[in-house]
């Protein structure tokens, strides 16, 4: 079950200059930065406001750090932009499921590891609309994304 | 001051396939629906979650009803997707300000209606790495998208 909107991610060429612009333009402030070797990123979460489940919704800023990866292919393709939506959930595996069972691919067989030790998967965005969908499980829900 | 995730808007061909692969795949409900002229959308809201402002999180599903509106224009280019993300406040000239006292082109001179009777600006996607950017402020926030 899906229980809020835990972030949308947001490819970007120079993280830095991304935080300051998100400083600038609106006060959103870095509460979280970590570099994701698997997924080849390095990121930054901004934390948006809190959620009724007890967690929260964020920005993720997502700078490549090799050119294999799928936010510089997508930024080849595409530029700067939002790159996908992710949902929080209390089990990934479930969550993944009930999509899977409806007929849509998930990325991975089982989940990864996402930001602050969260598991996480991914739903086709060919089977979702054009979406690129993440589905969200915190390591701990009482601390995610600040640890 | 910005205080949520309002919505996430996506656009897509068909309204009533993409309200129901969303219940489908994840369980989400149409909370509010309605055509906006001036806008050219037919659309439809999914509350997600609450926030700690009082409001809601939404997934805004956006159908074009003539071919000259932005979403049209954006399904020809780009296909079905994320179209923009749209951050909640309860004062939209004066986020709109706080954000082009930085430099950032707003694209209208003052807030137009939105759903539910919000008062809505966007912020030039060239202005904000790739993203376009809503600004909201609910007609009653109370009452938020359930009017």
Known sequence: ??????????ACRDLDASIEFY???????????????????REAMLRI???????????QLLEPIRDDCAIAKYL?????????????????VAATEAATSTGIRALYPAPRRGTSNSSINFLHP????????ELVQAA???????S
């Open 1 to 10: 079950m899906i229980t809020r909107i835990d972030h949308i991610g947001i």
């Open 76 to 92: 080849e393709k595409h530029g700067e932009g939002v790159h996908h939506i992710a949902f929080g959930t209390a089990d990934v």
């Open 23 to 41: 400083r600038r333009a609106h006060g959103f402030e870095v509460v979280h930065s970590e570099v994701n070797e698997e997924q080849g990123v």
């Open 140 to 146: 701990d829900p009482a601390d995610a994304h600040h």
């Open 49 to 59: 406001n809190g959620t009724d489940d007890g967690a929260a919704s964020y920005l």
């Open 126 to 133: 060919k089977d979702c609309h054009g979406v690129l969908t």
